[in-house]
């Protein structure tokens, strides 16, 4: 007899770029306004603002190249961003140990419910609902930090429907993926399997059922993702 009232969820996975092992996702931590001109655009002071950070569901990682139009709402928007993932983790890293914990990067796009993010800002609620909906943390293959070495800096770019709207550098992040890492820690056990989306840069917008979502990041390959 099983000793699960009800058999357990399936564990979400991403898979490994060149390999059959697949990278099992233990927590999603997301950092807000990290880049200086998506913080503008946002309407916040990017010289002022600390870090700061929210969750996704593990769930949410979904590699099938779709994303549905979630309900309730009539504004959804792209974030294309990296993806750190680790291997190892623990409390209190200090910044210049952070990146041995790293495993791999992949590219991944935070879509978010903005509509419903805008009057949680207003009411002062938690932003769950507009970040957490069904699939809406669509990634790439997973590439080996061994493979790829330590990615600081590359072209990150989206295009929807073929027109570019995002295109940055890695190198603009206000808090470097080293610092995202110490700063976690000193908040959660980082462990192996938690994956850290590391930021947007300007451009976000919304998107309709039929657009297809393109995204690349230098070294990273691409991620092509359609509304349906």
């Known amino acids: 007899m099983s000793e699960f009232s009800f058999a357990p969820a399936p564990q979400p996975v ?26 503008v655009e946002m309407g916040h002071d ?7 950070f929210f969750q996704k569901n593990p769930n949410n990682v979904t590699e099938t190249g779709g994303f549905i139009y ?25 910044v210049s140990q952070a990146d041995t914990h790293i495993f791999g990067y992949s590219i991944g796009l935070d879509m978010t419910r903005r509509d419903l993010q805008a009057e949680m800002k207003r009411l002062g609620r938690p932003w769950e609902a507009s970040k957490a ?22 072209r990150i770019e989206l295009r929807v429907n073929g027109e570019i ?10 808090w470097t993926v080293s610092e995202q890492i110490s700063i976690l820690s000193e908040y959660y056990e980082l462990a192996a399997g ?35």
Request: charged share 20%.
């Open 194 to 228: 938690d994956i850290i989306m590391t930021g947007t840069p300007a451009g976000v917008g919304p998107v309709q059922k039929g657009d297809v979502m393109h995204g690349s990041i230098e070294g990273l390959g691409e991620l092509t993702v359609t509304v349906d």
């Open 46 to 52: 990017p010289k002022t603002s600390p870090p700061f």
């Open 70 to 94: 979630p309900s309730h709402s009539n504004d959804v928007h792209h974030e294309i961003e990296m993806i750190v993932a680790l291997h190892s983790g623990g409390t209190n890293i200090d």
């Open 14 to 39: 991403i898979s490994i770029a060149r390999s059959t092992q697949l990278f099992p996702v233990r927590r999603v931590y997301c950092i807000g306004r990290n880049y200086a001109d998506h913080a």
């Open 133 to 154: 909906a069904e699939g809406s943390a669509p990634t790439s293959q997973l590439h080996l930090r061994e493979e790829t070495g330590l990615i600081n800096s590359g």
């Open 165 to 174: 709207k995002q295109e940055s550098d890695l190198s603009m992040m206000i």
